[in-house]
């Protein structure tokens, strides 16, 4: 046999054997990252700075990050625009997904609540045009858009490798929802405005045929937990958990609901956190360090989490 001949033989035989390595990931295979709220347990800067370093070296097409400060924070312009720089600093597209802490707890000088106006200012400032935040910029769909309701700039959507993506504004203080009487009108408003994205998302992706939806949120809405019969509160996510497994349950592909609620166990044990699946609608929860999530289109399992050089299957 030929020197020629063997090299050649040792070269398929190789590939080959890597093949089922190969096989494993799907063409058109992507990742993308989620950071938690970095705020949970303080104002510190370092753990957002640390996470926004770390996902940009692992280059993933986009990030999205909930919360912008913590509760104990100025509700203030400067310190919006100081996060905002931060955040834009990012090399890949960011997306910032909003946490209770950056407006729903604001009060003004003299205690009363300022959440209304808080947010307003954030839509401002974060959500102006269809741009995300980033080096790189990835162009979203706005709720803003359509006329009916043009203040909810902070919802947005964009599609990658047959999923769709969203935010969807339900801060985890129980939706915002306010016990005193007349007290309610954000709410409600964000009620109907909420159900509209969410019926608009389900339709385009069913008429796309697409493999799956993520939604992004700061509230857990908790689409897996068992439903008490006789709640002893007003549940300010009994609507929106309503809509979504109504609206899974038609829906051909996987429906991935990603929030900041789920992970303090994960947190504390400094645990990777993992994707909890009841049929086609699955449950994560993330912490201030980032994760990231492997998409693979027209593939079993269509999630998966990576961590580090290891991944975990989802679904």
Known sequence: MSAARSRALALLLAAALAAPACAARAPGAFQFGVIGHAFQSGPDEAQLRAALRASD????????????????????????????????????????????????????????????????????????????????KLTLSRLSSSAKFRSYA????????????????????NNHYRAEAGRNSEFEDRLVANRAWLQRLFAMAQRKKLDGIVLFSDGDVGVQAEENGSPTKQDGFAAARRQIKLLAKKFTGKVLLVDTQGAKDAQRNTATPEIAWRDNLG???????????????????????????????AR
Do not use: M, Q
């Open 57 to 136: 070296a692992a280059a993933p097409v986009f990030v999205v990050a909930t919360g912008i400060k913590a509760a104990g924070e100025s509700c203030g312009d400067k310190l919006y625009e100081r996060r905002k720089e931060l955040l834009d600093d990012s090399a890949r597209p960011l997306i910032v997904s909003l946490a209770a802490s950056d407006w729903s707890e604001c009060r003004n000088s003299a205690g009363r609540s300022n959440a209304i106006e808080r947010l307003n200012r954030l839509r401002e400032l974060f959500f102006a045009d269809d741009n995300s935040l980033g080096a790189r």
């Open 154 to 173: 902070e919802n947005a959507h964009w599609e990658s490798g047959r999923v769709l993506f969203a935010t969807v504004n339900l801060p985890a203080n």
């Open 283 to 313: 449950h994560l929860g993330v912490t201030a360090k980032w994760v990231k999530i492997r998409v693979n289109p027209g593939r079993t399992p269509l999630f998966e989490i990576a961590d580090g050089g290891a991944d975990k299957a």
